[in-house]
């Protein structure tokens, strides 16, 4: 059995989405099974490859987003009776490019070194975090961008939703539809149950933000200014009606809080604190 799957999230873009599962199957298609999520695609622009193609009224006139549409797939994966069969889940937006071969077994790889990660990052050039972190690092972090990150299952299983799962609230909060800061949400859910995430540049990655701003259109989203305009304001509606936050550098450091707790209980991961 594969030990991991790699979940592609498509809308509208097939032949972006194709280029990617070739690029995954092709150099880790011996570790990884590779499904396609079509968030509410139009039929004549799903990926060759889809797997689940969420269709209905709502998913057409929206999208899933990242929420729902990872918490979707691997709803689905459950259902068929093939999320317990997976290590590891490597959820990835379509525009991500990855630098060089054999991504997943290099994730995987880290993964095996660090059993207490349930969250593993890629790296990207122009994020502060790889100055920090140098080449062929990995270090611990209580905030990460968003972008593909690659799941240990047990994590998962440790903060999904257990009664009803579905593409609402699998992993993902579906409520917080443009994902505002779900990575933070997820970390601090991380740490607070003996989880830590990392950052590695032994696995680069960057997010191709070209298809946002040129082809709005095709993918049925607002355009990219529009977009970050309503990620904010609805994201900042979500954070104070669930939390109570009245901005993102307080779920900051509700993350950080349980960060610097988790390297009490395991004083032998200092050396990857940052």
């Known amino acids: 059995m594969k030990r991991a799957a790699v979940i592609i999230i498509n809308r509208n873009l097939p032949e972006v989405t194709d280029r990617l599962y070739r690029f995954i199957k ?18 004549d622009k799903l990926s060759r490859y889809h797997t689940w193609w969420a269709n209905w009224k709502d998913s057409v006139a929206q999208g899933l987003r990242t929420p729902r549409g990872f918490n979707y797939a691997l709803s689905r994966l459950s259902e068929e009776n093939r999320f317990g069969k997976y290590e590891f889940f490597f959820l990835v937006p379509n525009d991500a490019e990855f630098e060089g071969a054999g991504t997943v077994k290099r994730l995987i790889k880290e993964m095996d070194l660090h059993p207490r990660l349930g969250i593993l990052a890629p790296c990207a050039k122009t994020w502060g975090e790889y100055r920090l972190l140098g080449k062929n690092a990995t270090k611990y972090f209580w905030y990460i961008s968003p972008g593909p990150w690659f ?124």
Do not use: C
Request: net charge neutral.
């Open 151 to 274: 799941f240990r299952r047990q994590y998962i299983e440790d903060v999904m939703e257990r009664e009803n799962p579905d593409h609402m609230n699998f992993l993902y909060d579906g409520t917080n539809f443009r994902g505002y800061e779900s990575n933070i949400e997820l970390i601090a859910k991380g740490y607070a149950n003996d989880w830590g995430s990392a950052i590695t540049t032994k696995v680069m990655v960057e997010e191709n933000e070209s298809y946002l701003k040129t082809r709005a259109e095709v993918i049925k989203t607002d355009p990219y200014e529009t977009n970050m305009r309503k990620y904010v304001e609805e994201g900042k509606k979500w954070l104070r009606r669930k939390y109570g936050f009245n901005n993102r550098w307080t779920l900051q450091m509700y993350s950080k809080f349980f960060y610097e707790k988790f390297f009490d209980y395991y004083p032998g991961l200092r050396k990857y604190r940052v």
């Open 26 to 43: 092709r150099n880790d298609g011996d570790v990884a099974d590779v499904f396609v999520i079509e968030s509410g695609s139009d039929p």
